[in-house]
């Protein structure tokens, strides 16, 4: 793993660390980060045997860098 890679890695587990043992719903930009940068938790991984994102042992996250600002996300259908 590159060096970015693991720096990247450790401000994702500390905000995933930091947003608490709940159910989370996407766009939850709840937990901790470094200044400049925004983690915002994306979803659930796929389940094959239910056929939709509900493996709560899998999320996925986005990370922003720079000048963000945080929009409403639309309801997913």
Same mark, same amino acid.
């Not at 930009?29 to 994102?53: C, K, R, W």
């Given at each position: $793993? ?13 905000? *995933?660390?930091? $947003? ?23 979803? *659930? ?33």
């Amino acid at each position: $793993m590159r060096p970015d890679e693991v720096i990247v890695e450790e401000w994702i587990r500390e905000s *995933y660390n930091s $947003m608490g043992s709940r159910v989370l719903n996407p766009g939850n930009d709840s937990g901790l980060a470094p200044l400049g940068v925004m983690i915002i938790f994306d979803g *659930y991984g796929h389940d094959e045997e239910t056929n939709i994102q509900d493996d709560l042992k899998r999320t996925t996250r986005n990370w922003f860098t720079g000048r963000c600002r945080k929009v409403d996300l639309l309801p997913l259908r």
